[in-house]
């Protein structure tokens, strides 16, 4: 379980300031929701919570390790493997089997014997067990999303980061897969950074929403607290 501290983190592109200056803490082990309009920041504070991004001011801290120190300008490709990401576009590798997906970012690391157990146990995890070898193409969009999320999970991060993840399935899978999504984060005891324009996806899932607009931290609370304020 890692938990991210943003200090005085902030970042534009070009005329665009994406992040006004932010201070902020993501708990370990909760599921944390950013909230708000499209173009509001949310993104760009995930991609600098992954590393992917530098920020012009201030520091990205992975339980009290720089991320990505401003001052120094080197990345530490260990935090790097420490998150999982899913994206929106499932991004699984069309030629490849379900096994050969989950296990790509393992190959360069471990060994063989290990490389197997691991994926065994994160499509166990995602129920997909029995589909290895099968090919994208070849299965339903939600076991597709499944796929993404074993292989979010297969290095056993302390943190994943879901940017919209949802968004591109029909409203019942997404409902549904809201449901497992949740639990599957609950029961690995994952701290979840989970970004979306959606409220009632926030509202559903959240132990605690982070409501954005304008590159700016409006409000957070609870979904009760954000529910019952004005
Ligand atoms: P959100 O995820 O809430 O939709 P983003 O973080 O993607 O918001 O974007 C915040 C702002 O930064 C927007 O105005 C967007 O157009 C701008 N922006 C994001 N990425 C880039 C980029 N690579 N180049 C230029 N502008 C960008
Ligand atoms: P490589 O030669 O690239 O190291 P692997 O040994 O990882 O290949 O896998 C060879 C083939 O066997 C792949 O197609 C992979 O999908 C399959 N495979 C290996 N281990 C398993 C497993 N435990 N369950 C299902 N398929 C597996």
Redesign the pocket.
Known sequence: MTEITLQGVSKSYGNVQALKPVDLTIPAGKFTTLLGPSGCGKTTLLRLIAGLETPDTGEVLADGKPVFSQQKRINMPSHRREFGMVFQEFALWPHM?V??NV?FSL?AAGQ?KQ??ES??RALEQVRLTGM??RQPHQLSGGQQQRVAFARAIVMQPGLILFDEPLSALDALLREEMRHELMNLVRELGITALYVTHDQTEAMSMSDEIIVMQGGRILQRGTPENIYRSP
Do not use: F, R
Request: charge should be positive.
């Open positions: 089997t096994y050969e296990a190959k063989k490389i197997q994926v065994k290895e070898q």
